[in-house]
Structure formats: structure tokens, C-alpha cells
């Protein structure tokens, strides 16, 4: 069975309850590739970012209303939109799959993401040993680590859980420690 088929029912299930519960206005996939999540989740978001190194499947997501996309590195979309004090709901992590890779793009993400937004990552649980390479481009890389990093290190600030099939999906959501429920203030 190919583990990866099912990533984008997650991920749109996951952005479908936050579009239910009205907190929706804005999604950003990082690394596209051609579309497969993308263009399951940007038809229900207000506005969607769709941010890849490679341009070469941008044509198949020509037809998805307000949804920009951004021919560049995650890195630059990130500090640019830092600079520009922009705010998103839902973030989807899921390009280079280098643990430096992948642990810059959440550091920079948590400064981007709304109280209650979730940052998603992908391959934070390889199915096996096999399945985790030195290169970022290929398999699972070494993300895990980024998932291990942000559960030791970042639990002041955000809580985490990582679903250990189709090769691990961690879910993150900023928090603030002192309220559960964000509609009682
Ligand atoms: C695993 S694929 C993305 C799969 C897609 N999220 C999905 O659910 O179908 C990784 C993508 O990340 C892109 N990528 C890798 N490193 C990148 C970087 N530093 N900045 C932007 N895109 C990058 C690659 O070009 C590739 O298209």
C-alpha cells in the first residue's frame, strides 16, 4: 500500500473541522509538489498560500480561487511575512524533510501562526528504519527529530501529538498555558 495516499484526507479533515469551527480564514502548504493536498484543502480556506521551490505543477492549481502561489523558498515566504506581521490559521509543513530543514521552518511558523492555529508536519514517524535518509529530498529525512526537538523543548508554548501512520503526521497547536478554551475570554 502506498502510506502517503491517504496524508491528504488527514490533512483536509483536519482543516474541515477548523473551517466548521469558523477559524479557517488562512492556509499555507509548504512544498506543494503537485497538488495532491493542496487542492483538497485551498477550495475551503478564505485565502490559501501555496509555496514551492519548483514551479513545474503550479498549471494544475490555475483554477483554485484565492489562492496565491509563490514560486520560491519556504525560508524567504516565511521571513517575509514575519516582516510583514502576517498571521495564518493552518500551516502544513511539508517540504524539505531535513531535520534543520524542517526545524527552521517551525520556528519561523510559530511566529506566524494565530493562538489556537495548528502547524502540521509530515514523515515525523517513518514507518521504519529504511524509511529515514541524510537527504532531505528523499524518503522521511530525518523530520522526526523536529517533532522529538518541539515535544522536549517548545512545551511551553505549544502541545504536540504525532500520529505514527502513513509515515507520521504531527499536529501542533499554540497554546497559551493558562486557558483551555479560547471562547471563554
Ligand atoms: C513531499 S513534496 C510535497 C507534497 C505535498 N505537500 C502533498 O501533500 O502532496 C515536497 C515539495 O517540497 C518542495 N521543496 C523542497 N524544499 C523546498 C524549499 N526549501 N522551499 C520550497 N519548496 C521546497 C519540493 O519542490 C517538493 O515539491
Redesign the pocket.
Known amino acids: 500500500m502506498n502510506v502517503?495516499r491517504l496524508?491528504?484526507d488527514v490533512?483536509y479533515t483536519i482543516a474541515k473541522g477548523l473551517s466548521d469551527y469558523g477559524k479557517l480564514n488562512s492556509y499555507v502548504?509548504?512544498?506543494?509538489?503537485?497538488?495532491?493536498?493542496?487542492k483538497r484543502v485551498a477550495p475551503i480556506a478564505k485565502k490559501s498560500y501555496a509555496?514551492?521551490?519548483?514551479d513545474?505543477?503550479f498549471k494544475n492549481f490555475d483554477n483554485i480561487k484565492n489562492a496565491e502561489l509563490i514560486h520560491?523558498?519556504?525560508?524567504e515566504?516565511l521571513k517575509s511575512n514575519i516582516s510583514k506581521k502576517m498571521k495564518f490559521d493552518l500551516i502544513?509543513i511539508?517540504?524539505?524533510?531535513k531535520f534543520e530543514?524542517s526545524f527552521s521552518e517551525f520556528c519561523l511558523s510559530l511566529q506566524l501562526i494565530n493562538d489556537n492555529g495548528l502547524i502540521l508536519l509530515?514523515?515525523t514517524y517513518p514507518a521504519s528504519q529504511e524509511w529515514i535518509s541524510e537527504d532531505?529530498?528523499r524518503k522521511c529525512g530525518d523530520t522526526w527529530k523536529t517533532a522529538l526537538k518541539i515535544k522536549n523543548d517548545y512545551s511551553d508554548v505549544c502541545e504536540i501529538v504525532t500520529l505514527p501512520f502513513y509515515h507520521g503526521i504531527s499536529i501542533v497547536r499554540k497554546i497559551n498555558k493558562t486557558e483551555q478554551l479560547d471562547w471563554m475570554n
Open positions: 502517503n496524508v491528504p490533512i502548504e509548504l512544498g506543494v509538489y503537485k497538488g495532491r493536498t493542496f509555496v514551492d521551490i519548483s513545474k505543477y520560491g523558498s519556504t525560508d515566504f502544513f511539508d517540504a524539505n524533510h530543514n509530515h514523515d532531505g529530498d
